[in-house]
Structure formats: C-alpha cells, structure tokens
C-alpha cells in the first residue's frame, strides 16, 4: 500500500529552518517559540498536534528534530508529512 504525501509535506522543515536560519549550532528556542511558529505557518492540525507534544524546555537544532521526528514516526505520519532535520 503506498502512501501520497500530504500537500503539507515538508512544512514542518520549514518552520523548522525558518527558526535556527542564521543561528549558531548551540542555539536554541523555547517549546513557545516553535508551537507560536508553527500556528504563524498555518500548520494542519496534524502537525500542529505533534508541535503540541514537545515537552516545555528549550531545544537546539538537533534536539528538537530529535523530538519532532519522534513523534512523527510514532504517529506513522512521515510518508505523508515528511521528517526534520
């Protein structure tokens, strides 16, 4: 069974890219920063759902895609939406 990619698909990079572009490698943003990025970017709701389980902290770069793509593939959604890096 073959699954379509959403018209979505990659949105989540670019919110992602979007919030550490020009930034150092030890930067990071606060769980607010992505959830108030991702609702600017007119996520779906099922993306806006897997901003949603992020844990309050702040995250880098690799750690918050760490999360993300955790959630993404525990929801089975990375055929349809895509992954972070």
């Known amino acids: 069974m073959s699954v379509e990619p959403s018209p979505d ?6 919110i992602v890219d979007e ?7 030890d ?3 606060r769980r607010l920063d992505v959830i108030l990025a991702a ?3 007119d996520l779906p ?3 806006l759902e897997i901003v949603n389980l992020l844990p309050p902290g702040s995250y ?3 750690r918050l895609c760490d999360q993300l793509n955790s959630a993404i593939g525990g929801h089975a959604w ?7 890096e």
């Open 9 to 14: 698909y990659g949105a989540l990079q670019a």
């Open 19 to 25: 919030l550490f572009e020009g930034t150092a490698r």
């Open 27 to 29: 930067y990071e943003v």
């Open 39 to 41: 609702e600017a970017g």
């Open 45 to 47: 709701a099922d993306l």
């Open 60 to 62: 880098t770069r690799l």
């Open 78 to 84: 990375g055929q349809v939406y895509g992954t972070v």
